[in-house]
């Protein structure tokens, strides 16, 4: 039996440990390395406890019989859109929070309907629902965001963290008319329907009507919610209850379809209604809540707080205000965050800009709309923090369709050329042979070293999502079910897991529900559903490692890339660290 268990931050870093399986120590001396022990007598039936020295024993635990932990899911009954299409739900993404303080996390899901929709199409979607699930597979609550909340990966981000410090983690999303909270009570007008109809056609789109698979006419509008009333609603964590709830910002801004396409550059939503979150520490001290509205074009961001039981609004950034001209059309299909300029205060990275902790244009690298960015400390041997992205916008940028920024400046550290739209790209440390990250684009053959020089055999298949799973510091490559080994010496990968049974989630997006350090020693789990949507399967590598370092969440880049993960196009969390080299450093 592989054995792990968590290092804090906040534990003393001399201390030792002692391992018990029914009752009784196994490790002959105190374990001072690395919190993975292989017990070769284990047995399906064991017990394990671990006990710091001078400290509490944990409460025992048994293994995992499938080789995965199951947390059993309440699937909706189908439903049926005003035009008599029946749909179904599947789980989606998911987060990870102490909802009710007793130090384990909880699992909070997203189910999204079969209709759900991008916006750049018109028709009904089906509501989004968001349920709370202990990791014993107890459901706590379930949110119905209603009919006036469209269901799409664009439009429901739901930030779960411990915004004022009891303990407790919150729940915060966009809601609108006819939202009910966890306890059944409804926010605003229950009766309101502000979904477009059968009939509407936009005055200044009337030829953008699509047709079904089944000959139907769809007008532009139907289903789309381009009027009625926005709000923000902060939940409690352990029952689902609104707590509080304001008018939403970034606000629209306006109703018509005119005077939408004069903001935002249509009038049928596909920018004004592309939303992002996340969590920044703002005051370098409290977390405040960041959402943020459109990219393409005019990119909208307030920051929020929840203090004393109050919800109140810190700023609200408006690139279409005289002065932030250059910061339009800069935005990605997802944010990060972090104190990119060492003052103990969060920035929020937006793509191809930066905003300071206090609403402020900090930079503009002007490279445009990308649908991927990866924030961290990819390159250990430059000072401060690194920005490595892909971009559409080549016919306007000079060609360009991946580049290295510095995360505090946004100055262009090195470029690649692309003639077309890049879609995805990926900075991990999988070649131990060059020092910091390597990174690679779907739409180039070439693998860069973090100074972007050319490593020859070409890259990995998958650009998707990096996860540290086996025993080394190197990151192991996660793709739809599958986790791989890229093998420097031969140029391919070497698979580690797959997941028969589970699959992932967004389409040819292809993310899993979560990936994240959620239990055990520091190394990632792998949250997926199962294929019917029955249950969620965490999955922890079987793998032992000799490296001893603290839970990754206790990081604040990588525990708010965790918040922020279920944003828009889902990315991996990254460390404010060189992981390979803290470890170096150490002599591990």
Same mark, same amino acid.
Not at 249 to 261: H, M, S
Not at 281 to 295: A, C, E, I, N, T
């Given at each position: ?110 189910? !999204? ?95 953008? &009507? ?25 939940? !409690? ?61 005019? &990119? ?51 793509? &191809? ?16 709309? /990308? ?17 490595? /992205? ?15 920024? !510095? ?64 025993? !080394? ?116």
């Amino acid at each position: 039996m592989h054995v792990s268990w968590r290092l804090l931050a906040s534990d003393d870093r001399r201390v030792a440990f002692d391992l018990l399986r029914d009752g009784k120590r196994i490790n002959p001396a105190p374990i001072t390395g690395a919190t993975s022990f292989v017990d070769a007598d284990g047995r399906p039936s064991s017990r394990y406890s671990v006990q710091p020295a001078g400290g509490p024993r944990s409460a025992p635990v048994g293994p995992w019989a499938q080789g995965y932990l199951s947390i059993p899911l309440d699937r909706p009954a189908d439903r049926t859109t005003p035009a008599g299409e029946r749909y179904s739900y599947s789980a989606n993404d998911a987060s990870a929070g102490d909802l009710d303080g007793d130090g384990r996390y909880e699992i909070v899901v997203k189910w !999204d309907p079969s209709i759900s929709k991008d916006n750049a199409f018109a028709g009904y979607s089906g509501e989004t629902l968001i349920d709370a699930y202990t990791l014993d597979g107890k459901r706590l609550w379930r949110i119905d965001l209603g009919r006036n909340i469209r269901a799409g990966a664009h439009y429901t981000q739901f930030m779960v963290y411990d915004l004022d410090g009891d303990g407790r983690a919150e729940v915060a999303m966009k809601t609108a008319d006819g939202t009910v909270d966890g306890v059944g009570k409804v926010i605003g007008d229950a009766d309101a329907d502000w979904r477009g109809g059968e009939g509407e056609v936009p005055q200044a789109d009337r030829t953008g &009507s699509k047709t079904l698979a089944d000959g139907t006419r769809v007008a532009p509008l139907q289903g789309r919610i381009l009027r009625g009333p926005e709000y923000l609603t902060v939940f !409690d964590g352990r029952t689902g209850r609104a707590l509080a709830t304001a008018p939403y910002a970034p606000p629209r801004g306006a109703e018509t379809t005119e005077a939408l396409t004069a903001l935002w550059g249509d009038g049928y939503g596909n920018r004004s209604d592309r939303y992002l979150a996340g969590v920044a520490y703002l005051d370098g001290k409290r977390p405040s809540l960041v959402f943020g509205r459109g990219y393409y074009a005019r &990119s909208t961001i307030a920051a929020w707080d929840w203090r004393d039981g109050k919800l109140t609004r810190r700023w609200l950034f408006d690139s279409a205000a005289p002065g932030n001209e250059t910061f339009g059309g800069q935005g990605n299909h997802q944010l990060s965050v972090a104190d990119v300029d060492a003052d103990g205060r969060d920035e929020i990275i937006y793509g &191809s800009m930066a905003l300071d902790d206090e609403g402020k244009g900090l930079w503009t690298a002007g490279l445009g709309h /990308g649908d991927t960015m990866h924030v961290g400390d990819l390159d250990p041997n430059r000072p401060g923090l690194e920005k490595f /992205g892909v971009h559409e916008n080549v016919s306007r940028n000079g060609g360009i369709g991946a580049a290295m920024l !510095d995360a505090r400046t946004g100055e262009r550290l090195w470029t690649t050329p692309a003639q077309r739209d890049t879609g995805r790209g990926l900075a991990a440390d999988i070649d131990p042979r060059h020092a910091g990250d390597e990174a690679w684009a779907s739409n180039s053959r070439e693998l860069y070293d973090v100074r972007g020089q050319v490593i020859p055999g070409g890259h990995p298949r998958a650009a998707n999502f990096a996860i540290w799973w086996d025993g !080394d510091p190197l990151r192991e490559l996660l793709d739809r079910n599958r986790i791989t080994k890229w093998s420097w010496e031969s140029a391919s990968e070497t698979p580690l897991l797959t997941a028969e049974g589970a699959t992932s989630n967004n389409g040819t997006k292809a993310t899993p529900a979560l990936s994240a350090d959620l239990i055990g020693d520091w190394r990632e789990e792998l949250v997926l559903r199962s294929e019917d949507s029955s249950e969620l399967r965490i999955y922890t590598t079987p793998i032992a490692t000799d490296i001893r370092l603290p839970t990754l969440m206790h990081d604040p880049v990588y525990r708010l890339g965790v918040a922020w993960q279920n944003t828009a196009y889902n990315q991996p969390p990254h460390t404010s660290y060189f992981l390979a080299g803290r470890v170096e450093a150490k002599g591990e």
